[in-house]
């Protein structure tokens, strides 16, 4: 089984401060990850993943996570936060070279204040 | 990249009626389509797995009979939602797999915005 914790629904930061979004996993292989962010009323839009290459990825928009197999974490990190970044953002797990069909977190809500 | 439409972008219909949406891939072909529901501030709930050609695979608790998918072409895959009510009021995302290109990777659709009056 697989399942994906993400720690707070909401996350509020001031503009041009760092941003931290918590992604905890468990899985009984080695996993695939990903964070994708939602605009309202949108579909999800792929920030970046994780798929065995290097442990530190770097998406779109400055976004980058980084993979800690020994915590078991994927966490997601800006290092200023602007107004625009305000959204839905979703970790999300899939078992590498099994079932492709991912499982996602609750989902966080980042709220940027000027 | 690879681009996901789904028509339509919002819709309301009255209860006992049945709803279409469409979800397609404009620039590649998908073997695999996915259907999600959202509730509000929710996370996804994946409902079904489509497969061009073949019946789709239903998520535990997810009714086959209410939620009628077909996935005829390669770039096409449509929910019906049969003899809708107020509680199906929802979010529908679709999502496809991109696996012609050399990678394997799932984009999503805008959503729909279906509410049962």
């Known amino acids: 089984a697989q399942s994906v914790t993400q720690l707070g629904s909401h996350v509020s930061v001031s503009e041009g401060a760092l941003v931290l979004l918590r992604c905890n996993y468990s899985?009984?292989?080695?996993?695939?990850l990903f964070w994708y962010v939602q605009y309202p009323n949108q579909g999800l839009q792929l920030l970046l993943k994780y798929t065995s290459a290097a442990t530190l990825v770097k998406g779109i928009n400055g976004f980058e996570a980084e993979f800690k197999k020994s915590e078991t974490s994927f966490h997601l990190t800006k290092p200023s936060a602007h107004m625009s970044d305000a959204a839905e953002y979703f970790c999300?797990?899939?078992?590498?070279?099994?079932?492709?069909?991912?499982?996602f977190g609750r989902g966080t809500s980042l709220i940027v204040h000027p | 990249g690879a681009v996901v439409s789904q028509h339509p972008s919002r819709v309301i219909c009255k209860s006992g009626t049945s709803v279409k949406i469409e979800c397609r891939s404009l620039?590649?072909?998908?073997?695999?389509m996915f259907w999600y529901r959202q509730f509000p501030k929710q996370s996804l709930m994946l409902m079904a797995t489509?497969?061009?050609?073949?019946?789709?695979?239903?998520e535990q608790g997810v009714e086959k009979d209410k939620f009628l998918i077909n996935h005829a072409s390669l770039t096409l895959s449509t929910l019906t939602v049969t003899s809708a009510h107020p509680e199906d009021s929802s979010f529908y995302i679709c999502?496809?797999?991109?696996?012609?290109?050399?990678?394997?990777?799932?984009?999503f659709g805008p959503g729909t915005r279906l509410t049962v009056t």
């Open positions: 999502s496809a797999r991109a696996t012609d290109r050399g990678w394997d990777e799932q984009y």
């Open positions: 620039d590649f072909q998908a073997t695999t």
């Open positions: 999300a797990l899939s078992a590498s070279g099994g079932s492709y069909i991912p499982t």
């Open positions: 489509s497969n061009e050609g073949s019946k789709a695979t239903y």
């Open positions: 899985s009984s292989v080695p996993p695939y």
